[in-house]
């Protein structure tokens, strides 16, 4: 079942209302009930499941069977390799810098990103498909609410080589879209929960993802 997309901005940002983690994910209802397998995702009914199905599934049942978290510092978070046809789960190791002066979480993902290169990031606070804002005040560092999701790849992908990213194409097919820009290279993607501090993903997140996937660079 194909989701229909409105133009990017044609529902204006201070409309979109900041929804708890526990709203539908499809249509923002609330309240909603979790996915039975994974429990990590909310529909407000079976035409809002269904309609998500073909993407929730390539995380579902992985989900339930990951394996344990190695450390209270490691966050979980969804990794889309290039060469793979799907994204999977992971556990990221999240220092803690202790400076008082710039406290923050750095992430380890050289296993995962190659240091031969600066990591690129970007936000998403926003889901212009749903017209969800899932937080604010992360792009400022100042005070925020909600949360965002950040993403991590290698920055000169364009330039650099990178293979045009699979797993991102699979997960956006399976929405039945086409990207609206081509990623390359392996893209991390992690949930923050306050700015510069990481937290756990979940598979509503995953929906979130996929959406700013498939919208980001559309005008």
């Known amino acids: 079942m194909n989701r229909v997309i409105p133009p990017y901005g044609q529902k204006g940002y201070l409309e979109s209302k900041l929804a708890p983690d526990d709203s539908c994910v499809i249509c923002n209802k609330h309240p909603a009930n979790t996915c039975k397998q994974c429990q990590s995702i909310w529909y407000c009914s079976k035409t809002c499941q269904k309609s998500d199905w073909p993407s929730h599934k390539l995380l579902c049942k992985p989900f339930t069977n990951q394996e344990p978290r190695p450390s209270p510092d490691h966050k979980r978070a969804i990794?889309?390799?290039?060469?793979?046809?799907?994204?999977?789960?992971?556990?990221?190791?999240?220092?803690?810098?202790?400076?008082?002066?710039?406290?923050?979480?750095?992430?380890?993902?050289?296993?995962?990103?190659?240091?031969?290169?600066?990591?690129?990031?970007?936000?998403?606070?926003?889901?212009?498909?749903?017209?969800?804002?899932?937080?604010?005040?992360?792009?400022?560092?100042r005070l925020n609410d909600g949360y965002t999701i950040l993403f991590q790849f290698r920055d000169g992908f364009s330039i650099d080589g990178s293979a045009i990213n699979q797993s991102v194409l699979t997960a956006i097919g399976r929405s039945g879209q086409t990207p609206g820009y081509i990623w390359c290279g392996p893209v991390i993607a992690i949930r923050e929960p306050e700015a510069n501090f990481c937290g756990d993903v979940n598979l509503g997140d995953f929906r979130h993802i996929i959406d700013f996937l498939i919208t980001y660079n559309r005008s």
């Open 79 to 141: 990794l889309f390799p290039a060469d793979e046809e799907k994204p999977r789960l992971i556990w990221v190791f999240c220092e803690r810098n202790s400076d008082p002066w710039e406290i923050s979480d750095h992430m380890h993902t050289e296993d995962y990103i190659p240091a031969d290169t600066p990591p690129g990031y970007a936000r998403a606070d926003y889901n212009p498909i749903t017209n969800r804002r899932l937080g604010s005040g992360f792009s400022t560092q």
